[in-house]
């Protein structure tokens, strides 16, 4: 079990989305959010109290979490002295990068020197299943995106968050290291031996009651070359009743793709939905979820607008309206 609180590590993230696993435990957990640990040269700012090492450890926070999703999920040589610094001071470190903290001579080192433990999220610890496609009993919904990191999670834990309120029976179901760390538990989808992901997302949403949603983190993009292996495995294994599209409107490429220009809403609606029908014919696109963090409040009013009209769904950005209007087309279908 990962002891909370934390102590986010940020590194020197380029950019905020970078910095994106950090990000979504400060939005979604940030009671368990002590401080963040920046080094020089960083660009992603949490706006929460930077905190030195002690500073933190006094603060109460008991765990390091390596808050950076960098290309490949490698650990940056530059990090080392801090992490090893760290297990010394104290902390446990928790770490969702392909990099595993285990594989890590000085970090495996010092924690058995100081009795520390390492987490390593994104390491598969089931023998997952090959999926069978078999119709399971409840509900799922999942949110396909138009490029990687536009707000897919945020979109399934608005939709969670609203459906419990009304006191209606949801589950999110974490797929990413993000979505682990802020739940405590999920599959670390694209960390699973490619034959055994579309089964893996078949086990995290098995047989549930007929009212029950389970609402499954997105991950990548079918527009993505990189990644759109591990979205077509949400796609089989998870067999959606509904589906909701994600966007970032100010977006001039695919995210690490420059040559890669965004696909249209139209373009993936066309795309996603007879996939999806394979393996389940009744899914439907309900909505769609729109990341106006970079508009103001002119501009995202005037872009949710646009794309309502122009799509005919309701469109909404759920973190910052709420998912009310998501979850009224969810539960009328």
């Not at 006191?167 to 990413?176: E, H, I, N, Q, V």
């Not at 997105?218 to 089989?236: C, D, E, K, P």
């Not at 001039?252 to 389940?280: C, F, K, V, W």
């Not at 209007?325 to 969810?330: Q, S, T």
Request: proline content about 6%; hydrophobic content about 40%.
């Amino acid at each position: 079990m990962i002891k909370t609180p934390y102590l986010l590590f940020l590194g020197d993230a380029p950019d905020p989305l970078a910095a994106k696993v950090a990000q979504g435990i400060r939005d979604w957990r940030p009671e368990n959010a002590v401080g963040q640990f920046r080094l020089p040269g960083c660009k992603a700012d949490l706006k929460i109290p930077d905190m030195t090492l002690a500073e933190a450890r006094q603060a109460g926070a008991q765990t390091l979490v390596i808050g950076v999703a960098n290309r490949g999920g490698v650990i940056s040589d530059k990090w080392m002295d801090v992490l090893v610094e760290a297990v010394a001071e104290g902390f446990d470190i928790a770490s969702g990068l392909h990099t595993l903290l285990k594989n890590q001579e000085p970090l495996v080192a010092a924690a058995k020197e100081h009795g520390r433990e390492l987490f390593d999220v994104r390491l598969p610890n089931v023998q997952y299943p090959i999926a069978d496609g078999k119709k399971r009993t409840g509900k799922r919904c999942l949110a396909l995106g138009t490029d990687c990191s536009v707000g897919k999670m945020y979109t399934g834990l608005a939709m969670d968050a609203e459906m419990r309120k009304r006191g209606l029976k949801s589950t999110f179901r974490a797929t990413g290291q993000t979505g682990i760390l802020v739940t405590g538990e999920g599959v670390p989808l694209d960390a699973v031996i490619a034959d055994f992901m579309a089964g893996s997302v078949e086990w995290l949403t098995p047989d549930n009651d007929p009212d029950h949603w389970d609402h499954i983190e997105g991950q990548g993009s079918l527009f993505h070359v990189s990644y759109s292996g591990v979205t077509m495995a949400l796609i089989h294994g998870g067999q959606p009743d509904a589906i909701v599209l994600a966007h970032e409107p100010t977006r001039t490429h695919m995210r690490g793709l420059p040559d890669y220009q965004l696909p249209s809403l139209e373009a993936l609606r066309d795309m996603a939905l007879p996939i999806a029908r394979i393996a389940n014919p009744d899914c439907k696109i309900i909505g769609i979820s729109v990341n106006t963090a970079a508009l103001d409040d002119a501009e995202a009013t005037a872009c949710l607008s646009e794309i309502e009209e122009r799509m005919g769904l309701p469109t909404v950005d759920p973190f910052r309206q709420g998912a009310a209007r998501l979850i009224d087309a969810l539960v009328a279908e």
